[in-house]
């Protein structure tokens, strides 16, 4: 085998790491997308914390030798033709809403395709990556989720505790109108 040039080892290491800090990756292809397109969606990208960057596919091969992905044939399947990969480090979901907003918004921009998603070691083929990854709540919307379900008790418990006094209430109102 070759030996790797110091600039592309140093790629290597870098999308490795990019893998290894990640808790979700997008791989698209973007063959077809204009520069006003795509640098809008690198905005978007950027704006939500999300890396994403052209990637040749031998050298992504390289990076997950030894890993799961490099085992995984699904995954090394959709390394061909021309790739970019959208790194999310904290909300799984992010990156695939971006790009079904983008493909959404932008009719033409059918031709940004979604190849793969990874999240967890599991291989989300293109469409699935639109229908489920895209569809899972984010990190604020289950935050959200969990508040609502740790206050419903109290909640409750403050409704019931002013029942009574409410009742109350009511009844010497009733009993106000009828005397009138």
């Known amino acids: 085998m070759a030996s790797i040039t110091p600039v592309k080892q140093q790629e290597v290491d870098t999308v490795r790491d990019r893998f290894a800090r990640a808790v979700a990756a997008v791989l698209v292809d973007f063959r077809g997308i204009d520069v006003e397109q795509i640098t809008e969606l690198r905005a978007r990208f950027r704006a939500s914390g999300i890396e994403y960057r052209v990637v040749k596919n031998t050298l992504v091969e390289k990076a997950v030798e ?25 909300d799984p979901s992010r990156a695939a809403k971006i790009i079904k907003d983008f493909r959404k918004e932008n009719e033409p921009n059918e031709k940004l395709t979604v190849k793969c998603g990874v999240l967890d070691g599991q291989i989300f083929e293109g469409k699935a990556v639109e229908e489920q990854l895209a569809t899972l709540p984010g990190k604020d919307e289950i935050r959200a989720m969990l508040l609502a379900t740790l206050l419903a008790p109290m909640q409750t418990l403050v409704r019931q505790l002013g029942a009574p006094a409410q009742n109350l209430a009511y009844a010497l109102s009733a009993k106000v109108r009828t005397e009138t």
């Open 66 to 90: 030894g890993t799961e992905l490099g085992s995984n044939q699904k995954f090394l399947s959709f390394l061909v033709g021309p790739t970019a990969i959208a790194w999310s480090y904290e």
